[in-house]
């Protein structure tokens, strides 16, 4: 039973991939804000070169942890052929390279959590083992029915976004950030990637709800991304994924 109904202020991340300096930079930027509780949407594994590093410091600092496609992978609890060839390749070598340690840690996370008044979820709300996207309007809206609480927080596109629906149920996106929740609407919030970041912005993205003042903001931290290339770079990992953190796509 999981009991956060005091906590105000969550940092909420997602999509670490294994991408240490990543994640070391975002949580050194979470220390400066007063956060109470840091929740993580999964894919904390795969892609990146440090995955048994990244497993250790979420599993000591996020309170609450939910499991994305690329941690089931790499362990046997979903099948590599759903993934592109350098997705799979990065799942081989990570199964290669995770600890029992890990393994252990990653084949017990779940797929869906309702909060505080709000849901978190890797992919999304609508059958979440299906991993499927939300990129477009028509996909939030078919995801609105599928959750009860008024805002549901997502990862897995690494690209950050909020949808919103009015009370007449129209659907908009908002590029307001920060966002004000507004009690007359429902939301649907990608909090973006921390360590492979795809929408132009190297930069890693982590983003903070404070259900006191009913604020969103989504934030970016810049990191070693040469370090990471270079990490990556010494592995049998594709190049592809040293070059795409540069370009952050
Ligand atoms: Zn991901």
């Excluded at 202020?9 to 109470?36: M, Q, T």
Aim: aromatic share 8%; proline share 5%; glycine share 6%.
């Amino acid at each position: 039973m999981i009991n956060l109904i005091i906590r105000l202020k969550y940092a909420i991340i997602s999509d670490i991939h294994g991408n240490l300096e990543a994640l070391e930079s975002v949580i050194a930027e979470i220390e400066k804000k007063g956060v109470d509780t840091i929740l993580c949407l999964g894919d904390v594994v795969g892609y990146g070169p440090n995955p048994n590093e990244c497993v250790d410091i979420i599993r000591k600092r996020a309170e609450v942890i939910l499991a994305g496609n690329h941690d089931y992978a790499p362990i046997g609890k979903l099948d590599v052929s759903y993934f592109n060839p350098w997705a799979r390749s990065a799942i081989e070598w990570t199964a290669d390279h995770l600890t029992q340690s890990s393994v252990d840690f990653l084949i017990e996370l779940p797929l869906k959590i309702d909060l505080d008044g709000f849901t978190i979820v890797h992919a999304t709300p609508q059958n979440p083992e299906e991993w499927n996207y939300i990129n477009t309007i028509g996909d939030a809206a078919l995801n609105f029915p599928e959750f009860n609480s008024q805002i549901c927080f997502i990862g897995h596109s690494h690209v950050p976004m909020a949808i919103y629906v009015t009370e007449n149920n129209e659907h908009r996106v908002s590029k307001k950030n920060p966002l004000k929740i507004k009690k007359s609407r429902r939301y649907i919030i990608n909090v973006g990637s921390v360590g492979q970041p795809r929408d132009l912005n190297p930069k890693a993205s982590f983003s903070i709800y404070d259900n006191k003042t009913n604020v969103y903001e989504n934030f970016r931290v810049g990191y070693a991304v040469a370090e990471t290339q270079r990490k990556i770079r010494e592995t049998q990992l594709p190049e592809f994924l040293a070059e795409r953190l540069a370009a952050g796509q």
